[in-house]
């Protein structure tokens, strides 16, 4: 490995080294390298498509899974099909991310289709970074798709976070919750230059005592365009809550369409949306500290995003 | 020292609820210097004169004899002024740690920031990794509002009003608050005040009035005539 996919690795999933536990990472379309544990197995898919099947079994209890995918060739573009068999009961850590590197005059491109099946009362932590860099003027585009299915009990809790260099991006969630099933998204992106950002979750509350907490945060800096669209459908006696709170910059532009669906009368859907530039008062009291206007800027973006 | 040379302000945006000011000289050099008068009289107007949120129309401001009356608000705070906002400003994401630490201009330690908190009655621990947003109430973000401008300790603070929204403080904590930050920084504290108790540490009280500075004195001399003059603002036509 050299020193550029290291730091592209290190970016996506914080990793130095090879890390502890199971993990499978992906180099511009080849495997560098994977190990199972005795309790995570992770093998080539068998339907001919690109990707892997990861299946945690039930014993699973504090465990890691790590799947960076590292891209640095340009004009390269793959859709990756990774499908994770979470048995009932396991708790583990996921950790997938995308790092791209690209440095040529063409599009280089990563579409990844994460497939959850979580079984009853199993714990899914799912963190998911996105980052590319370049010194070319190829375009970097990520399309990851999530879907999740949750049986009754289960939670799963996604962070995902796409902070720098990611030019374009259609980021599609879906998730089907059974009863008593809990699902947590928090999203954070920040957009610049003229890149462009459209989120999608779609999250449907099938069973009586299923919760969902989305919440989206991001800042649309210079001519960045972000689009946000959020649907909760509620079939049952369920508590469903979104937010999505933008700060909107420059030029930028930001449309939130969230929309609540609600099929049960006994179905409690709460949406909250703020779209707006950075208050004149924060910007204000971190000046009377000391900060330059510039500084406190950052500084409210940072705390924002953090 | 601080030295306002015959500072007004008028509105420039049409907005007639601005207060304005009139001619107005005053020095700030001993230790507590009150500012008080009625609703409307133009205090909060100069406490943001002096912070540099506003800039006179006409006037000067000096600070240990330069005259700042152009500086921007970062420059007067890193000159050493400080001022406390009489409503605190709320920010998403921003924690308690972080705004003391970029109070104190410097990364500082969970036991540091605790020791401003707990000065202000705050029991840190469960202060400390908050959001400073809309899940504090009132009087929590007054108390770390104080916290911010202790932990910058300059020779000069303003604070607006203070003691508006100190739920279940006392004013004796927030006196021995201000009395502590003297013996710290050694300079001076500029409180823009209502409250009589308050009053009552100052060593200069400056009373305003229609924009104009009506009266300054010790409190001997200014409190017996103010709180004798004192008439419930409703019943004054």
Same mark, same amino acid.
């Given at each position: 490995?050299?020193?550029?996919?290291?730091?592209?690795?290190?970016?996506?999933?914080?990793?130095?080294?090879?890390?502890?536990?199971?993990?499978?990472?992906?180099?511009?379309?080849?495997?560098?390298?994977?190990?199972?544990?005795?309790?995570?197995?992770?093998?080539?898919?068998?339907?001919?498509?690109?990707?892997?099947?990861?299946?945690?079994?039930?014993?699973?209890?504090?465990?890691?899974?790590?799947?960076?995918?590292?891209?640095?060739?340009?004009?390269?573009?793959?859709?990756?099909?990774?499908?994770?068999?979470?048995?009932?009961?396991?708790?583990?850590?996921?950790?997938?991310? $995308?790092?791209?590197?690209? $440095?040529?005059?063409?599009?280089?491109?990563?579409?990844?289709?994460?497939?959850?099946?979580?079984?009853?009362?199993?714990?899914?932590?799912?963190?998911?970074?996105?980052?590319?860099?370049?010194?070319?003027?190829?375009?970097?585009?990520?399309?990851?798709?999530?879907?999740?299915?949750?049986?009754?009990?289960?939670?799963?809790?996604?962070?995902?976070?796409?902070?720098?260099?990611?030019?374009?991006?259609?980021?599609?969630?879906?998730?089907?919750?059974?009863?008593?099933?809990?699902?947590?998204?928090?999203?954070?992106?920040?957009?610049?230059?003229?890149?462009?950002?459209?989120?999608?979750?779609?999250?449907?509350?099938?069973?009586?005592?299923?919760?969902?907490?989305?919440?989206?945060?991001?800042?649309?800096?210079?001519?960045?365009?972000?689009?946000?669209?959020?649907?909760?459908?509620?079939?049952?006696? $369920?508590?469903?809550?979104?937010? $999505?709170?933008?700060?909107?910059?420059?030029?930028?532009?930001?449309?939130?369409?969230?929309?609540?669906?609600?099929?049960?009368?006994?179905?409690?859907?709460?949406?909250?949306?703020?779209?707006?530039?950075?208050?004149?008062?924060?910007?204000?009291?971190?000046?009377?500290?000391?900060?330059?206007?510039?500084?406190?800027?950052?500084?409210?973006?940072?705390?924002?995003?953090s | 020292m601080l030295e306002l040379q015959h500072v007004s302000f008028a509105a420039t945006d049409?907005?007639?609820?601005?207060?304005?000011?009139?001619?107005?000289?005053?020095?700030?050099?001993?230790?507590?210097?009150?500012?008080?008068?009625?609703?409307?009289?133009g205090k909060s107007t100069l406490a943001k004169l002096i912070a540099g949120i506003i800039r006179?129309? &006409?006037?000067?401001?000096?600070?240990?004899?330069?005259?700042?009356?152009?500086?921007?608000?970062?420059?007067?705070?890193?000159?050493?002024?400080?001022?406390?906002? &009489? &409503?605190?400003?709320?920010f998403k994401g921003l924690t308690v740690k972080d705004l003391v630490s970029l109070a104190a201009?410097?990364?500082?330690?969970?036991?540091?920031?605790?020791?401003?908190?707990?000065?202000?009655?705050?029991?840190?621990?469960?202060?400390?990794?908050?959001?400073?947003?809309?899940?504090?109430?009132?009087?929590?973000?007054?108390?770390?509002?104080?916290?911010?401008?202790?932990?910058?300790?300059?020779?000069?603070?303003?604070?607006?009003?203070?003691?508006?929204?100190?739920?279940?403080?006392?004013?004796?904590?927030?006196?021995?608050?201000?009395?502590?930050?003297?013996?710290?920084?050694?300079?001076?504290?500029?409180?823009?005040?209502?409250?009589?108790?308050?009053?009552?540490?100052?060593?200069?009280?400056?009373?305003?009035?229609?924009?104009?500075?009506?009266?300054?004195?010790?409190?001997?001399?200014?409190?017996?005539?103010?709180?004798?003059?004192?008439?419930?603002?409703?019943? &004054?036509?």
């Amino acid at each position: 490995m050299d020193e550029l996919e290291k730091m592209l690795l290190m970016q996506i999933a914080d990793l130095h080294k090879v890390p502890d536990g199971a993990y499978n990472i992906r180099k511009n379309g080849e495997a560098d390298g994977r190990r199972s544990t005795p309790h995570i197995r992770i093998e080539a898919r068998k339907d001919g498509k690109a990707g892997i099947d990861i299946f945690i079994s039930k014993e699973t209890q504090g465990e890691s899974v790590h799947i960076p995918v590292v891209i640095t060739q340009t004009d390269y573009r793959e859709t990756v099909y990774n499908d994770f068999y979470v048995e009932d009961g396991a708790d583990v850590l996921i950790i997938a991310g $995308c790092g791209i590197h690209n $440095c040529g005059q063409a599009t280089s491109e990563h579409s990844g289709i994460h497939t959850f099946h979580v079984g009853k009362n199993a714990k899914v932590r799912y963190v998911e970074k996105h980052y590319a860099a370049g010194d070319g003027n190829g375009e970097n585009v990520m399309n990851p798709t999530t879907d999740i299915r949750l049986d009754e009990g289960a939670r799963l809790e996604m962070e995902t976070t796409q902070i720098k260099g990611i030019d374009s991006t259609a980021r599609t969630t879906r998730a089907r919750l059974a009863a008593n099933a809990e699902l947590v998204i928090r999203e954070k992106i920040y957009t610049h230059g003229r890149q462009y950002a459209k989120t999608d979750f779609s999250v449907t509350l099938d069973g009586d005592g299923a919760g969902a907490d989305v919440v989206s945060r991001s800042v649309a800096a210079q001519s960045s365009r972000q689009e946000f669209y959020l649907r909760i459908d509620g079939n049952g006696k $369920c508590h469903g809550h979104s937010e $999505c709170d933008a700060i909107i910059m420059d030029d930028a532009q930001v449309v939130a369409i969230p929309a609540l669906a609600a099929n049960n009368v006994d179905a409690e859907l709460i949406h909250e949306a703020a779209i707006g530039k950075i208050a004149g008062e924060q910007l204000l009291k971190l000046m009377t500290l000391g900060l330059t206007e510039q500084e406190a800027e950052e500084q409210i973006i940072k705390g924002f995003l953090s | 020292m601080l030295e306002l040379q015959h500072v007004s302000f008028a509105a420039t945006d049409g907005d007639a609820n601005k207060e304005i000011l009139d001619d107005v000289s005053l020095t700030v050099s001993e230790r507590f210097v009150a500012i008080t008068g009625p609703n409307g009289s133009g205090k909060s107007t100069l406490a943001k004169l002096i912070a540099g949120i506003i800039r006179p129309t &006409q006037g000067k401001i000096l600070l240990d004899g330069e005259d700042i009356t152009d500086l921007s608000v970062t420059e007067r705070a890193r000159k050493g002024i400080s001022y406390a906002f &009489q &409503q605190p400003v709320r920010f998403k994401g921003l924690t308690v740690k972080d705004l003391v630490s970029l109070a104190a201009g410097r990364k500082i330690t969970v036991s540091e920031a605790c020791n401003y908190l707990s000065e202000v009655g705050l029991c840190a621990r469960d202060y400390i990794d908050r959001e400073v947003n809309a899940s504090l109430s009132g009087g929590e973000l007054k108390r770390i509002e104080i916290a911010t401008v202790l932990a910058r300790g300059t020779a000069l603070s303003v604070f607006d009003e203070p003691e508006a929204g100190i739920d279940l403080w006392s004013f004796q904590n927030l006196i021995s608050v201000f009395e502590k930050m003297h013996e710290r920084t050694k300079g001076s504290i500029l409180i823009i005040s209502h409250q009589e108790r308050i009053l009552n540490i100052a060593d200069k009280i400056i009373v305003i009035a229609n924009g104009k500075v009506t009266k300054v004195g010790s409190k001997e001399e200014v409190l017996p005539n103010l709180l004798a003059g004192r008439i419930c603002p409703a019943l &004054q036509n």
